[in-house]
């Protein structure tokens, strides 16, 4: 019998690529020590927990990215802090790749890179290891098409699911070029009792429909987020940076 996880629907899509022998070299020779050697199926279903305290060498506070891409944000935020361990998850493996020889290149020690579906993962590691004191989702796939919306990662399902792993106090940072997408985050993260957002009300935009009865508040610039190309790309094409912070009641 099938395991209901294989028919979830996933907002991600299974993409390899050709890896330059640059990122190659890396993980062949740096990918044991900073990818977590965990059994996943080929869903990308984790089938094991890790023991992150192992990972890492050490406990301390910890941040999770969920979509790291090639790292660039995780790694900036790493080489700055570095008594802090960081967790990224990324499901595409040139991705993952890329990020091995660029935490090589930049030089830092604490961040540990995971390549498994995150929605079923984090429940799964975050109940023996240490709560993460933040969780950082930027520039998720805006699935723009009306027929794949669907598979977009923030809902009120996945909010529920971040509230249930962060600690109380704990912070979870979003960000979005798409206006739509912000305001689907933002009435996601408001159906969560859990959550508590000091920028309620804050910064709404002219054309937001407020289905829910609710305007407004998105959070400044975070200024531990750094420019990425994600952002780059969505500023060239003149769209709005929206953040959202919210915390864990």
């Known amino acids: 019998m099938t395991e209901p996880h294989h028919r979830r629907i996933t ?4 993409r390899s690529g050709r890896l330059p022998e640059r990122n190659q070299r890396a993980l062949d020779k740096y990918g044991e020590r900073y990818v977590i050697d965990a ?27 969920i979509g790291a891409g ?7 935020h790493a080489k700055a802090h570095p008594e802090i ?15 091995v020889a660029r935490i090589v290149r930049e030089e830092v020690d604490n961040v540990r890179m995971i390549c498994a579906d995150a929605v079923p993962a984090l429940p799964m590691i975050f109940g023996p290891n240490r709560k993460p004191d933040e969780v950082w ?5 805006p699935w723009q098409k009306a027929r794949h919306r669907k598979r977009r990662l923030v809902t ?22 798409w206006d739509d997408y912000a305001w689907q985050m933002r ?3 408001a159906a969560v009792p859990e959550f508590h957002n000091p920028h309620a009300a804050m910064r709404a935009d002219e054309d937001d429909p407020g289905e829910l009865g609710i305007t407004g ?3 400044p610039r975070w200024e531990g987020r750094i420019q990425t190309r994600f952002e780059t790309r969505g500023l060239n094409e003149e769209r709005k940076i929206h953040d959202l912070e919210v915390i864990r009641a």
């Open 11 to 14: 907002s991600f899509t299974r």
């Open 187 to 189: 009435d996601a993260i």
């Open 85 to 99: 361990n960081h967790l990224a998850f990324e499901v595409w493996w040139p991705g993952v790749a890329a990020s």
């Open 156 to 177: 009120p399902e996945f909010a529920t699911l971040i509230a249930s792993i962060l600690p109380e106090g704990g912070t979870w940072r979003l960000a979005t070029d």
């Open 39 to 65: 059994q996943v199926d080929p869903g990308l279903f984790l089938t094991e927990v890790p023991d992150l305290e192992k990972a890492f060498e050490r406990d301390a506070p910890l941040i999770v990215e």
């Open 70 to 76: 090639a790292a660039d944000q995780v790694v900036a």
């Open 217 to 219: 508040g998105f959070a």
């Open 137 to 141: 989702t930027f520039f998720p796939d």
